[in-house]
């Protein structure tokens, strides 16, 4: 069960209220290094320079055109903004898992210094005081507003659900309701569905904020997270027939330790949706999920575009982490696989109208300290990711950081203790808690089919990689 703030029945809930709830009630206070009694305020903000606007999505992984993750997939928005943006190809999230992975984004941490490792907490109730990186914009001067799901906040407007319920997946352990593991058809007007008036209200405060004031807007959309409610049109797009499901190969888990294997089988999940004939369904309800998503950021573009804002805004776009579709026979996320992992990640420049692609791995840890660096402002603390700054001048720079994902035990076998993966350019090192090893050459392996832990060949690898990785200790 999640500590979250239960939130009101229906409605956009209004501003004072929501930045209650995401844990803003000491928005404007400054906050010094760590948090600690003691120690000294930042110095005075430096003058501020243009606006930013961050797009959030959940649970969406690089199904997304510009990054091709799957053939089928439709995002003519996304893929209008990327081909005018900074891609980079290769993004990691810090947790695969809603709350650790968004406190990562809104803090420049990682899991083990935000302390939040699960979905019990969020970054505000473990760090009471400490900034997120918007309320440090706040802290300088910016008006800034969230709208939909940025920090672990359940939605605040109901979906329309299907009838009966559950309406697709009847036999899978799951709860039931907008958040079970389920699909179909959402009933109602898109104006009735909470991403189209997360959307929405963005829309209306392009439209309505000053030119004069630079602010911080982020919206997020809480589709692709389960369920997937679309109306029935983004279903459409994609015949059920023709759909394309994942590669997963009969052998695929025979290379895997017990916790590996625990991991990829969780729930018996893979099993339940094959034996009910459902994988291609899945894979529909997932793939109208992201174009209906996609839909509803081409409508807030669209409005910024048509505002006095379009010259002068940053505009960033991720996802908390990726998902899995029967992958390694593995559903959900909360796994340390590259499809559980890798993440849409993109920022444009205000005035930036050609494309550029970084290949080099970076981790949604970066986004923080790059913002701040972007927009001439100091962290209020010392931050674990490093600024994009030089990739957004040079993205062909030599950039040679791995990124640490991780993950608290939650499998079959209920270990103790903290997981951890490291990705480089060329490889995938994950070390679980109990000691098991999984290493992976992305390089010649992109599909991580062949786990190379047990060779020998390899051991200086795993000796490198193993030894940039935090204990396994928690807490």
């Not at 104006?191 to 000053?210: E, K, M, R, T, V």
């Not at 394309?244 to 729930?267: H, I, K, M, S, V």
């Not at 291609?280 to 950021?297: E, N, P």
């Not at 070390?431 to 060779?455: F, H, I, K, M, T």
Request: net charge negative.
């Amino acid at each position: 069960m999640s500590s979250d703030p239960a939130p009101p029945p229906a409605g956009l809930i209004n501003r004072r209220r929501w930045l209650h709830l995401a844990g803003w009630s000491g928005l404007a206070t400054a906050c010094g290094g760590g948090g600690g009694s003691g120690t000294p305020s930042p110095p005075p903000p430096p003058p501020i320079s243009g606006n930013v606007l961050m797009i959030a999505v959940d649970d969406l992984n690089d199904w997304v055109g510009f990054l091709g993750g799957h053939p089928q997939v439709r995002t003519p928005a996304l893929d209008a903004l990327a081909a005018r943006s900074t891609v980079f190809r290769r993004a990691y999230c810090t947790a695969p898992v809603c709350s650790p992975a968004r406190a990562g984004v809104l803090s420049g941490l990682l899991p083990r210094r935000t302390g939040v490792v699960d979905n019990t907490a969020t970054f505000s109730s473990v760090n009471p005081g400490k900034q997120t990186v918007d309320q440090q914009f706040a802290s300088a001067g910016y008006t800034v507003e969230r709208f939909g799901k940025i920090d672990h906040i359940w939605s605040v407007v109901p979906t329309p659900l299907p009838s009966p319920m559950p309406y697709t997946n009847k036999q899978c352990p799951a709860p039931v309701g907008e958040n079970g593991f389920d699909w179909g058809p959402a009933r109602g007007e898109d104006n009735n569905q909470p991403d189209y008036q997360y959307a929405q209200a963005g829309i209306d405060f392009l439209n309505q904020h000053s030119a004069d004031q630079p602010f911080f807007l982020s919206v997020g959309f809480t589709r692709t997270h389960t369920g997937w409610y679309v109306p029935q049109r983004y279903f459409d797009l994609y015949p059920l027939s023709s759909i394309q499901l994942p590669y997963a190969p009969p052998d695929d888990l025979d290379d895997l330790g017990p916790e590996g294997r625990a991991t990829a089988l969780r729930f018996d999940m893979h099993n339940c949706i094959v034996r009910q004939g459902l994988w291609a369904s899945a894979v529909r309800g997932y793939l109208a999920s992201i174009s209906w998503v996609d839909a509803q950021i081409g409508r807030l573009l669209a409005a910024l575009a048509a505002s006095p804002h379009a010259d002068t805004t940053t505009v960033v776009f991720w996802s908390d982490h990726g998902f899995m579709l029967g992958e390694k026979f593995h559903w959900h996320k909360m796994a340390l696989w590259e499809h559980a992992t890798r993440v849409p990640f993109l920022i444009r420049r205000p005035g930036q109208t050609t494309g550029a692609v970084v290949n080099a791995p970076v981790s949604l840890a970066d986004l923080a300290p790059t913002l701040l660096g972007l927009h001439g402002l100091t962290p209020a603390y010392s931050m674990d990711g490093q600024s994009l700054q030089p990739l957004l001048s040079n993205p062909a720079q030599a950039w040679d950081r791995p990124v640490l994902i991780t993950r608290r035990q939650a499998d079959a076998l209920q270990s103790t203790g903290l997981d951890y993966a490291i990705r480089t350019a060329q490889w995938r090192y994950i070390r679980y808690a109990n000691g098991e090893q999984e290493l992976y050459d992305v390089v010649a392996d992109p599909g991580e089919l062949r786990n190379l832990a047990a060779s020998p060949a390899h051991a200086a690898v795993i000796a490198q990689l193993d030894a940039q990785m935090p204990p396994t200790a928690w807490p």
